[in-house]
T-cell receptor, first 112, second 118 residues
Framework: AQSVTQPDIHITVSEGASLELRCNYS??????LFWYVQSPGQGLQLLLK??????LVQGIKGFEAEFKRSQSSFNLRKPSVHWSDAAEYFC??????????FGKGTRLHILP | DTEVTQTPKHLVMGMTNKKSLKCEQH?????MYWYKQKAKKPPELMFV???????INESVPSRFSPECPNSSLLNLHLHALQPEDSALYLC?????????????????FGEGSRLTVL
């Protein structure tokens, strides 16, 4: 069965520092992979997606992610975080039935 | 600004009330979804409509009744809910998988309807 694991429930970084959020997936074929961000009480906003081609994908708000098939990973990165990046981040995979399966999320805290 | 619009943003209802949540999109998507999200949890899929037909029901209790009157609208009718049904209800839309057209599979979410059941 397909699954998504985000091993870090909380991550705290200082403003201006670099960020990496981890995501591992379990899926037999080439997956459709996504990162979404959610601010408190809001809907989910798509940061970026991967479905084929270049394994390094660029997203909105300065985020990027790298698909590594050998490690079944799709980690999200940002070179310098801003206080407004504090939010919940969800990694997700779309399976053969076109269901989006979300990871449990990583809460990002930013220190001033 | 989101292209998926949900109303109302907040809803408070008693356990005997009947209410509805509404969702509208004008992106030409033919798949629409209802998700339920409890605090500090990921969204949980409830229903999927594809070409206005219900294609997935994730064993949701019958007190939740979805409806897709046309390709732009999705409703969720609520009746005899329980306090544990209090949550953020998210609507989303996407393309339908089609090998003849570019397909990327992402969901576009609305801002959600915050439901409180007293």
């Amino acid at each position: 069965a397909q699954s998504v694991t985000q091993p870090d429930i909380h991550i705290t970084v200082s403003e201006g520092a670099s960020l990496e959020l981890r995501c591992n997936y379990s899926y037999g074929a080439t997956p459709y992979l996504f990162w979404y961000v959610q601010s408190p009480g809001q809907g989910l906003q798509l940061l970026l997606k991967y479905f084929s081609g270049d394994t390094l994908v660029q997203g909105i708000k300065g985020f990027e992610a790298e698909f590594k098939r050998s490690q079944s990973s799709f980690n999200l990165r940002k070179p310098s975080v801003h206080w407004s990046d504090a939010a919940e981040y969800f990694c997700a995979v779309k399976n053969r039935d076109d269901k989006i399966i979300f990871g449990k999320g990583t809460r990002l805290h930013i220190l001033p | 600004d989101t292209e998926v619009t949900q109303t109302p943003k907040h809803l408070v209802m008693g356990m005997t009330n009947k209410k509805s949540l509404k969702c509208e999109q004008h992106m030409g998507h033919r798949a629409m979804y209802w998700y339920k999200q409890k605090a500090k949890k990921p969204p949980e899929l409830m229903f999927v409509y594809s070409y206005e037909k219900l294609s997935i029901n994730e064993s949701v209790p019958s007190r939740f009744s979805p409806e897709c009157p046309n390709s732009s609208l999705l409703n969720l009718h609520l009746h005899a809910l329980q306090p544990e049904d209090s949550a953020l209800y998210l609507c989303a839309s996407s393309q339908v998988r089609d090998i003849l057209r570019g397909y990327t599979g992402e969901l576009f979410f609305g801002e959600g309807s915050r439901l409180t059941v007293l």
